[in-house]
């Protein structure tokens, strides 16, 4: 929404020359820029091609209603401490939600597959369970953030922003969460949790020896384990976690939503579900009230 009401703001008034915005002044027009409101790529062209008469009052009108035909998608954010099941319950919430999953410690662990210098200075730090630096990190993500898929189906950044210079990153580019979900686990079984994961390099699916045991032997022979998860390294990562948390959060006051993590995947599943089930009814009657408000006037 934001980018079709700055590429409209952007167009310039000025008497001579004819301004590109459709003015609606017929249920006609009103149709098509509804109707290629979902394709945005097209929404520019279509808009200016079926344009038949400049009408400055239709002006702020046109605005509105393409702004609010523009709906957004769902943008989640997930949090909590090293093993807490960020990445478990991410993949849920991409099956159900179709968000794309953004996730920061992948995005590292890939660049450090190229054996890139980016990749091996990340390494260093995630050996000692200190956060990559933000020369590194912020830039990754950034760019994942802005690529078409995201912006068609909305995002699920897992493990993103884990301070606060990162958070106000994102502020900085005017993105902010929906909701900011974060999963509270004791610290006992984030160390059981972490020596027992298990990845299969095949699927990507996780695992965990004793809680989500693999299907059959073939997978079970093919696991692997990730470097930091180790007890002694799990330690100095939840450290981290705890010196970084509380301001993260103080940003997202207002759109969090903590989940008790101790319980069974399923049950953190049943309580996530509902939490963004709920956001998004919001939105859609935010939608179609902005809609009806639009076409009303
Ligand atoms: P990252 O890869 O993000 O690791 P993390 O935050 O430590 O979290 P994990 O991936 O270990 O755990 P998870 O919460 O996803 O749990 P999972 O679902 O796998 O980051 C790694 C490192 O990269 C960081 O230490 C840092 O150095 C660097 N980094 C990352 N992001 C950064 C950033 N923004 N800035 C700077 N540096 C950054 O579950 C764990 C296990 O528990 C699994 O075996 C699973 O099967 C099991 N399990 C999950 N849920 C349940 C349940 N409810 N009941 C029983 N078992 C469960």
Known sequence: ???????????????????????????????????NSSRNKHKHHDCVSLSSRWK??????????VAAAQKEPLKVMIAGAPASGKGTQCELIKNKFGLVHISAGDLLRAEIATGSENGKKAKEFMEKGMLVPNEIVV????????????????????????????????????????????????????????????????????????????????IAS?????????????????????????????????VLFKVNGDVSKEEVFSEIDKGISAILENKRTVDSASMAAGVAQ
């Open 56 to 65: 400055p009052p239709c002006t702020a009108r046109a605005i509105k209603i």
């Open 1 to 35: 929404m934001a980018a079709s009401l700055s590429y409209f703001s952007g167009v310039s008034l000025s008497a001579t020359e004819k301004p590109s915005i459709p003015s609606l002044s017929t249920s006609h027009n009103r149709r098509v820029c509804f109707s």
């Open 222 to 254: 093919r696991l692997t384990q990730r470097f930091d998860d180790t007890e002694e390294k799990v330690k100095l990562r939840l450290k981290t976690h705890y010196q970084n948390v509380e301001s993260v959060i103080s940003l997202y006051e207002s």
């Open 139 to 218: 830039m990754m993500v950034k760019e994942r953030l802005m690529k078409p898929d995201v912006e068609q189906n909305g995002w699920l950044l897992d493990g993103y922003p884990r301070s606060l210079s990162q958070a106000m990153a994102l502020e900085n580019l005017g993105i902010r969460p929906d909701i900011f979900i974060l999963l509270e686990v004791s610290d006992e079984l984030l160390v059981e949790r972490v020596v027992g994961r298990r990845l299969d390099p095949v699927t990507g699916k996780i695992y965990h020896l004793k809680y989500s045991p693999p299907e059959n032997e073939e």
